[in-house]
C-alpha cells in the first residue's frame, strides 16, 4: 500500500530567507510559490517524485523539525561537510561529539551527517550502505564499518 514519503512541510520565519537557502544552497528545485498563503515548494530529487513545503509562520508558532535528503555515499563522505562548510553551515554527527565526521547507523546500515537551516530544522544527508545491519555495532565511525565489514568476510 504504502510505497514511500511524498512530502514533508516545515514552517519558517522568513519565507525569502529559507527560499534562498533551500533553492541556492541546497539545489532543490522551487515548483510553486503562493504570496497570498506565504508558502513555497520544492521538488526533492525528481520532479513529482519528492516534495519539501515551506509555509511561513511567527517565530513563536514554529517548532523544530527534522528529516533527511537520500544522497550519494560517495557525496557524504568525501564532500557534504565541505560544501556545507562553504556555505556557512555547521556539519555535525549525530553523536554531536564536536566532530563534523558522517557516521554510520549500523542497524540500517546508512551513513549520515547533520546540518540546521535557518530556522534550527536538523537536516540530514544519508546514504543506505551495502550490507546486513548490525544493530549490536551501534554508530560508529565509516572506517569502523568497513573494518568490522572486512572482519566478517
Not at 7 to 14: A, D, G, K, Q, S
Not at 27 to 44: N, P, Q, T, V
Not at 53 to 60: F, N
Not at 129 to 146: F, H, S
Request: glycine share 6%; charged share 30%; net charge negative.
Amino acid at each position: 500500500m504504502i510505497k514511500g514519503l511524498y512530502e514533508t512541510h516545515l514552517f519558517v520565519e522568513n519565507l525569502e530567507r529559507s527560499i534562498e537557502f533551500y533553492k541556492n544552497v541546497l539545489g532543490l528545485e522551487k515548483c510553486y510559490f503562493e504570496e497570498e498563503r506565504r508558502a513555497a515548494f520544492f521538488w526533492i530529487g525528481e520532479p513529482k517524485e519528492s516534495m519539501l513545503g515551506l509555509w511561513e509562520k511567527p517565530k513563536s508558532e514554529i517548532n523544530k523539525r527534522h528529516f533527511a535528503f537520500k544522497c550519494d555515499k560517495d557525496f557524504i563522505l568525501n564532500q557534504a561537510t565541505e560544501f556545507l562548510k562553504q556555505h556557512g553551515i555547521n556539519p555535525f554527527n549525530f553523536l554531536n561529539d564536536g566532530t563534523d565526521q558522517p557516521m554510520v547507523f549500523a542497524w540500517m546500515p546508512a551513513i549520515a551527517i547533520y546540518f540546521d537551516d535557518p530556522d534550527g530544522h536538523h537536516l540530514e544527508f544519508i546514504s543506505v550502505l551495502d550490507g546486513k545491519g548490525k544493530p549490536e555495532n551501534g554508530i560508529i565511525t565509516y572506517e569502523r564499518w568497513l573494518e568490522l565489514e572486512k572482519n566478517e568476510k
